[in-house]
Structure formats: C-alpha cells, structure tokens
C-alpha cells in the first residue's frame, strides 16, 4: 500500500513557473557590472605651488566689508591742559613723604646754640632729622674701625622709652610728653654727638683730651634736651634737675661708643 502527497500546484504573479523566474534572476545578477570601492574625488592641479589649497584670500573685499576702523589718537599737547597736571603742578618727592628739608635745617641750627634754643621749632615733632643724624653718628663711628648702627639704633629706642617713662612718673596725670615727641627731640639732641664723633676721629682713644671734650659736648646734649623737654612738655619745669639727670647718662653712654 503506498502512501502519497498531494502538493497543491505553485503559482508565481508574472504567471511563469519557478524555473523561468530563477533562470531570470541569474541573468539580472550577471548582467550587473562591479563597481570600484569609493574614491575621493581628485582635484584639478595647483598652478602655483604657495597658496593655500581650497583657500583664498581677497584682501580689497575682507576690508570693503569689514565694519572695524581704526582708533584715532588725540594730536599731542601739553601736560597741563585738558585736566591733566603738568610737571610743575606737582609737589616734590620729599615733600610727598613728609619730608621737609627747611624745617630740619631750620632745627639743627637752633641745636648748634645750645645758649640760644627756640623751643617752638620743635613743636612739630619729626624723625626724619634725627635718622640722619644717627645714620651721621654711625658714619662717624665706622670711619673709625666701629660698627654700631645696630647699637646706636637699638640704644635710642630704649632711651626714649627710659625718659618718657621718667617724666610721665614724675608729672604724673598732667604729663603730655608722648613716645613720638621723645623720639624726635633726643634725635635732635644727638647733633653734638656726631660733631664729637667726627672730632674724635683725630684725637687719640682713650686719652684724658677726648675725656675732656666728650664731657663738653655731653653737657652740651644735656643742656639743650633738658629746655626742651621743658619748654615742650607740661609741668616739667618743677623736675628740672631730675629731668637733667635722666638726659646726662643718656648722652654719657652715646659718649662712651666715641670715646672707648
């Protein structure tokens, strides 16, 4: 007994049968060319090898289109004019640092006549006079073999603080004198210790000569620190004497850096 299929018939849309479809696809395959793999396209070439490929520049257009202008500067002129200040307007270098040359001289020259000390010079206390004359002192003492800016710097420092802590004890609540003042006006009063400086330079050391004369000129220091202090600071006219005392061994230890 055999067994059998019925397979229903294949219908194609163009009414062909499969083979003649087949044989159809073959064909179109066949008939289709290769195609080479994808190449840039090559450009026509350069005539001139020093320009720029694909780029170019047109210099007259860029600046007809271009909406920048140039700046335009203001014809010079003088200083002075449009608000502006000319040199002569402005105030010297040392009087923009405080610095006022004819009120220290005015001030050391009252200093040289120590019979003669205008006390009201002084009321406008400074350190610029009394730094050149402690930097004068060290020169002085340096021409001599000595190196003591450090010392002479240090040692005014607590000079001042040694005085102004005496006569504000002795004035009391009365006593005005402040650390500046002091500052300014036992600088001042170290002008004869540099005139002593520079005349120890022909003396010789240690002799009874120098003793002699740095006594002189450590009264002379004295003398004028004392008015001073008195003239200048309230209620210290009744301490005169200790006053003196406290100048004297200040200027007896600035003595003693000249004379040893």
């Not at 170290?190 to 450590?218: E, H, K, N, T």
């Amino acid at each position: 007994m055999s067994n059998g299929f019925n397979v229903p018939p294949v219908i194609f849309p163009s009414g062909g049968n499969s083979s003649t479809a087949a044989a159809a696809t073959a064909t179109t395959q066949h008939s289709r060319l290769p195609t080479a793999p994808f190449q840039p396209p090559r450009s026509s070439p350069n005539p001139n090898p020093n320009s720029i490929p694909f780029m170019s520049f047109d210099i007259g257009s860029a600046a007809a289109s271009s909406s920048f202008s140039a700046p335009q500067f203001a014809a010079p002129g003088p200083i002075g004019i449009g608000g502006g200040l000319g040199f002569d307007d402005e105030p010297p270098l040392l009087e923009e640092l405080g610095i006022n040359t004819r009120q220290i001289w005015t001030k050391t020259i009252s200093i040289l006549n120590p019979l003669k000390v205008n006390p009201g010079l002084h009321e406008d206390a400074d350190l610029s006079g009394p730094f050149l004359f402690l930097m004068a002192f060290g020169l002085f003492q340096l021409l001599a073999g000595k190196l003591h800016f450090g010392i002479i710097l240090g040692w005014v420092t607590m000079a001042a603080l040694f005085l102004y802590v005496v006569f504000n004890m002795l004035a009391g609540r009365n006593g005005n004198l402040d650390l500046y003042r002091c500052v300014s006006l036992i600088g001042y009063c170290m002008l004869p210790m540099v005139v002593l400086s520079a005349v120890a330079l022909f003396l010789p050391q240690g002799g009874v000569s120098i003793i002699a004369v740095a006594g002189v000129f450590v009264i002379w220091s004295t003398r004028v620190c004392t008015r001073l202090l008195v003239e200048l600071a309230s209620c210290g006219d009744e301490h005169r004497g200790l006053i003196a005392y406290a100048c004297f061994l200040i200027y007896t230890l600035f003595s003693l850096l000249v004379v040893f």
